[in-house]
């Protein structure tokens, strides 16, 4: 089955930094990729998503990029900032939005 | 739009009882799908329903079980606890447009 590897585990930056959080998929049939930011004792809410035939959308600071070749991808925050910490989850989807296999997560803390 | 509510937020159990959860989806959406999340395995897909009926399965044993009501309301219980089954337990429901799925608050489960 679909298997989502996310790394790193934990990321700390500097406000006003950028970051980057990477995600590998294993099946070539995924073709839906969300992104989504959880707070402590909070839900999981979508912060962006893209679809396999795309390779690039962005919305605001947050920016996703996707290589289907190498079957990984990307997101970017520009301009970190305190509220931006939280733990970030990649996910991939052979049906647009159902069945999502999550990575691991990765914890992510702005400093100020 | 309201959007998906699970009830009961926390409960505690011992282990070898069952327990029921509850999710309504927001208004419209056909489809909902039930998480797992632990510190451990992370985010894990347990089902999805669609018009009531169950359309995928994950990877958890039977005692694992769920349904969905004609008004697109889903329970889903587990029967014979184990300490193991403590997690959070996350809904997540998907519009007739395939659109993004979008999760509940979740029910905090702890088995003693």
């Known amino acids: ?26 099946d070539s049939a995924s073709n839906y990729f969300p992104w989504y930011k959880q707070e402590l004792g909070k839900r999981p809410q979508l912060i962006i998503d893209i679809r396999s035939n795309v390779g690039e959308k962005k919305d605001q600071r947050i920016a ?17 900032q305190p509220e931006d910490s939280a733990v970030y989850f990649c996910a991939a989807s052979k049906r647009y939005g159902n ?14 | 739009k309201a959007g998906v509510t699970q009830t009961p937020r926390y409960l505690i159990k011992t282990r070898g009882q069952q327990v029921t959860l509850s999710c309504s989806p927001i208004s419209g959406h056909r489809s909902v799908s039930w998480y797992q999340q632990t ?8 089902f999805e329903y669609f018009s009531e009926t169950q359309r995928n399965k994950g990877n958890f044993p039977g005692r694992f079980s769920g349904r969905q ?3 697109s309301r ?8 184990e300490l193991g089954d403590s997690a959070l337990y996350l809904c997540a429901s998907l519009g007739e447009t395939q659109e993004t799925q979008y999760f509940g608050p979740g029910t905090r489960l702890l088995v003693l």
């Open chain 1, 1 to 26: 089955g679909e298997n989502v590897e996310q790394h790193p585990s934990t990321l700390s930056v500097q406000e006003g930094d950028s970051a980057v959080i990477k995600c590998t998929y294993s």
């Open chain 1, 64 to 80: 996703v990029t996707l290589n289907k070749t190498a079957k990984h991808f990307s997101l970017h925050i520009t301009e970190t």
């Open chain 2, 74 to 81: 889903s329970e889903m219980n587990v029967s014979t606890l």
């Open chain 1, 99 to 112: 069945k999502l296999v999550f990575g691991a997560g990765t914890i992510l803390r702005v400093k100020s």
């Open chain 2, 69 to 71: 009501f004609s008004n």
């Open chain 2, 39 to 46: 510190p451990g395995q992370g985010l894990q897909f347990l």
